[in-house]
T-cell receptor, first 111, second 117 residues
Framework: QKEVEQDPGPLSVPEGAIVSLNCTYS??????FMWYRQYSRKGPELLMY????GNKEDGRFTAQVDKSSKYISLFIRDSQPSDSATYLC???????????FGTGTRLQVFP | EAGVAQSPRYKIIEKRQSVAFWCNPI?????LYWYQQILGQGPKLLIQ????????DSQLPKDRFSAERLKGVDSTLKIQPAKLEDSAVYLC???????????????FGSGTRLTVV
């Protein structure tokens, strides 16, 4: 079993839709949870960051962490064609900078 | 602030040849990472440096991969000899000290795309 599981998609939605991206994990020691966005032929860029459980909102993006279920989510409201990218969840424990990534979900938002 | 610089952007080599990748981190970032991203997968850490010392190289195939970070700044990752399964994007990242990873302190370069034929 992989430490982090993520549905690879692809996910194709119309502009303006609400998108839900999810990851599950098995290591209960994970404390830091991140979402990265990766455009084609670019490196990942940090989108959202959450420490421990709870919700965090930033504009059209909301990150949720449910440590009891070992489940994290990223919601994108009013999706735009510019949101078309691969979204990677990543996690780490409290005593290391090493990130464990999911496989990434490819999202396409069409006009 | 300049980003993480990597070169070359693309490289095509035959199996059993050698190849080297270069990374220049963000100025002042003490920690440098090399990640391998195989097509359709998430990045996987190969090696982590703190200044010029190795913190974690547990997933580095040491029989063929080597990395160094001279003077705690630039870093080079080498593969010798290359295998077909080494085809991937090699990403370099840098960060500020532990605890700042979520505050925009972990920045990736655009990567080097390696194709081994």
């Amino acid at each position: 079993q992989k430490e982090v599981e993520q549905d690879p998609g692809p996910l194709s939605v119309p502009e303006g839709a609400i998108v839900s991206l999810n990851c599950t994990y098995s290591n209960s020691a994970f404390q830091y949870f991140m979402w990265y966005r990766q455009y084609s032929r670019k490196g990942p860029e940090l989108l959202m960051y959450t420490y421990s459980s709870g919700n965090k909102e930033d504009g059209r993006f909301t990150a949720q962490v449910d440590k009891s279920s070992k489940y994290i989510s990223l919601f994108i409201r009013d999706s735009q064609p510019s949101d078309s990218a691969t979204y990677l969840c990543a996690m780490s424990t409290s005593n290391t900078d090493k990130l464990i990534f999911g496989t990434g979900t490819r999202l396409q938002v069409f006009p | 602030e300049a980003g993480v610089a990597q070169s070359p952007r693309y490289k095509i080599i035959e199996k059993r040849q050698s190849v080297a990748f270069w990374c220049n981190p963000i100025s002042g970032h003490a920690t440098l990472y090399w990640y391998q991203q195989i097509l359709g997968q998430g990045p996987k850490l190969l090696i982590q440096f703190q200044n010029n010392g190795v913190v974690d190289d547990s997933q580095l195939p040491k029989d063929r991969f080597s990395a160094e970070r001279l003077k705690g700044v630039d870093s080079t990752l080498k593969i010798q000899p290359a295998k077909l399964e080494d085809s991937a994007v090699y990403l370099c990242a840098s960060s500020k000290p532990l605890g700042s990873r979520g505050l925009g302190g972990y920045t990736f370069g655009s990567g080097t795309r390696l194709t081994v034929v």
